[in-house]
């Protein structure tokens, strides 16, 4: 996947992604403090990409944005516990006495 804005005119910013043969033109929109751009369904359903997919983000020597699915393994809980051993495992922490009205 290569995503690419045309940083030469900032006051018409324009976003074309492409994929293979397909390519849209779209908006850069704010999302909280940052911006972000929007993948069309069709465009992430090719690319098996969802909510969360790990991507990295670099700007190539032509000052476009290439946007790279980095395909993370996603770990769960029994992966992590397993991996639990004498040479890992922190001791027991010393909270102090309670206070207010927790429960001990």
């Given at each position: 996947m290569r995503a690419s804005i045309d940083a030469s005119s900032l006051d018409k910013p324009a976003i074309e992604c492409i994929y293979l043969v397909y390519t849209m033109e779209t908006a850069i929109q704010k999302w909280g403090n940052s911006?972000?751009?929007?993948?069309?369904?069709?465009?992430?359903?090719?690319?098996?990409?969802?909510?969360?997919?790990?991507?990295?983000?670099?700007?190539?020597?032509?000052?476009?944005?290439?946007?790279?699915?980095?395909?993370?393994k996603r770990v769960g809980l029994a992966e992590l516990v397993s991996k639990i051993n004498r040479n890992n495992m922190h001791r027991e922490v010393e909270w102090g006495t309670r206070q207010g009205k927790e429960a001990w």
């Open positions: 911006l972000a751009v929007r993948l069309p369904k069709e465009l992430a359903r090719k690319l098996k990409l969802r909510e969360g997919s790990a991507v990295l983000v670099t700007e190539d020597s032509k000052r476009r944005i290439v946007i790279k699915h980095t395909h993370k």
